[in-house]
Nanobody
Framework: QVQLVESGGGLVQAGGSLRLSCAASGRTFSSYAMGWFRQAPGKEREFVAA????????YYTDSVKGRFTISRDNAKNTVWLQMSSLKPEDTAVYYCAVNPAGRSYTRAYEYDVWGQGTQVTVSS
């Protein structure tokens, strides 16, 4: 059974940067697309970014384009989310997840395994 462990969250001032990591184990990592979602208090979980199994294709929600970068290293079984120019509205718990079919990247139901989440708090 695959397991995902996120790390790298924390408290940062607006305009700052953080890099989230998601370490995977128990599955052929390079075969699967991966995504990052986030959930703020009182709000639904929303798509942030996704990357294909090879890393050749990336996808972002409009609100983070130009500020966030998703990447992966299949040899290390790790996906990263580099976040820059952070805003208070980026405050949320961030989750990484596996998209086994590599489709509908923005839809949470296409992801079958989720990490425990890491808190990101951006102060104004």
């Amino acid at each position: 059974q695959v397991q995902l462990v996120e790390s790298g969250g924390g408290l940062v001032q607006a305009g700052g940067s953080l890099r989230l990591s998601c370490a995977a184990s128990g599955r052929t990592f390079s075969s699967y697309a991966m995504g990052w979602f986030r959930q703020a208090p009182g709000k639904e979980r929303e798509f942030v970014a996704a990357i294909s199994g090879s890393g050749g294709r990336t996808y972002y929600t409009d609100s983070v384009k130009g500020r966030f970068t998703i990447s992966r290293d299949n040899a290390k079984n790790t996906v990263w989310l580099q976040m820059s120019s952070l805003k208070p509205e980026d405050t949320a718990v961030y989750y990484c997840a596996v998209n086994p079919a590599g489709r509908s990247y923005t839809r949470a139901y296409e992801y079958d395994v989720w990490g425990q989440g890491t808190q990101v708090t951006v102060s104004s």
